[in-house]
């Protein structure tokens, strides 16, 4: 902590992102994600394929791969605590997936210049195939995601 009290190490800002994130995010705990790993440009989230989460025919909902990857990229683009916002989001699904799988989503920061920043999120199944690739643009609006924290790293 520096004499403002704010925390000055961007490791244990990022790790307070993703408590704030995993705590909050209601369509996280409804789809039964899970936010592993935190750390500043990277995020890591898993999400069990159940049959809550497949589609019509009994496949896992691309609604569903997507908002695994939207929470690792969420908590990646938001981890040097200033408020980041998805502005746009491309998704390729590459494989399909039934229930029983774990999906991983792994999101890494490409690059951050001023207010924006671009993101890679790769969705992998339980065996490593690739599953879905999605490439993000955030953009940062006011405000820190943990107030008081500090951040700008």
Known sequence: MNAAGQDSDPDRRA???GDFIRAGDRLGHALGITI????PGYARATMPVTEAVLNAVGICHG?????????????ACNSHN???LAA???VTFT????????????AQEVTRNGRSGVYD??????RDRVVALVRGH??????????????HD
């Open 82 to 84: 200033r408020t980041s």
């Open 88 to 90: 746009n989001c491309t």
């Open 63 to 75: 609604g569903a791969t997507f908002a695994l990857a939207d929470i690792a990229f969420a908590c």
């Open 36 to 39: 592993e790993d935190v750390r």
């Open 121 to 126: 999120i790769r969705v992998t199944d339980g």
């Open 95 to 106: 494989s399909a997936v039934g229930p029983g799988e774990v999906l991983t989503a792994e």
């Open 138 to 151: 955030a953009r940062q609006v006011q405000g820190e995601v943990v107030a008081g924290l500090g951040g």
């Open 15 to 17: 790790a307070a992102v």
